[in-house]
């Protein structure tokens, strides 16, 4: 089974550029997040969705960050403009469907953006 | 917004050793989730817990939930060179009506194992 895809693995910007993300979750996986990690710290969650629609951002920089996920199934995030502090590795993860017993997400690769 | 503690934030141990690693939440929590994240690569889901005092085994590595489910552990019985990485606390809340299982991890705690 292959696992959660995303491109690209590294990116290097300069303040205010834009950037883009892209995520491929499991395949049938209803429920994608995408967590950014600060070094030396654990994931924070900026936008969860199930299917298409959104179900939490209220950790999303909405002035300048973005996200969607047409169809339900792969997802975009997007930095507009980018600032020095949004130098972090940008984790997508999926799971199966929301469930309250066993919610197993799996993370992938990350992409690691440095803001210059 | 949910905060999630975890203890301590490095651990050196030398191989064969015990390594336990804490976290701790101010609020109930309705679940609780492990990652194991290696140098240079992405988290990996270990364990679940959901009910009070669970207590659940994988090999050597032992984990609890509190009483309260305000508090778990992770135990690892005779470290090896292979457990190497950062290991994270998730906790999901069902405070303030939310119910998708969104996660907050703790801080991480750093396991240098050395030969």
């Known amino acids: 089974e292959a696992g959660v895809a995303q491109s690209p693995r590294y990116k290097i910007i300069e303040k205010r550029q834009s950037v883009a993300f892209w995520c491929n979750p499991i395949?049938?996986?209803?429920?994608l997040y995408w967590y950014q990690q600060i070094l030396g710290q654990g994931p924070k969650l900026l936008i969860q969705?199930?299917?298409?629609?959104?179900?939490?951002d209220s950790q999303l920089p909405k002035d300048r960050f973005s996200a969607e996920r047409l169809k339900g199934v792969d997802s975009t995030l997007k930095i507009q403009p980018a600032k020095l502090e949004d130098s972090a590795v940008y984790l997508c993860a999926s799971s199966l469907e929301w469930n309250p017993t066993y919610n197993e997400q799996f993370f992938g690769p990350g992409t690691r953006l440095t803001v210059l | 917004g949910q905060q999630v503690m975890q203890i301590p934030q490095y651990q050196h141990v030398q191989e064969g050793e015990d390594f336990t690693t804490y976290c701790n939440s101010s609020t109930t929590l309705s679940n609780i989730q492990w990652y194991k994240q290696r140098p240079g690569g992405h988290p990996v889901f270990l364990i679940q817990?959901?009910?009070?005092?669970e207590v659940k085994k994988q090999k050597r590595l032992t984990f609890q939930f509190g009483e309260a489910k305000k508090n778990s552990s992770l135990h690892i019985t005779a470290t090896q060179t292979t457990d190497v990485g950062t290991y994270f606390c998730a906790a999901a809340s069902n405070a303030g009506g939310t119910s998708y299982g969104k996660l907050t991890f703790g801080q991480g705690t750093i396991l240098t194992v050395h030969p």
């Open positions: 817990l959901v009910k009070s005092g």
């Open positions: 969705f199930q299917n298409n629609g959104v179900v939490d």
């Open positions: 395949s049938g996986h209803a429920t």
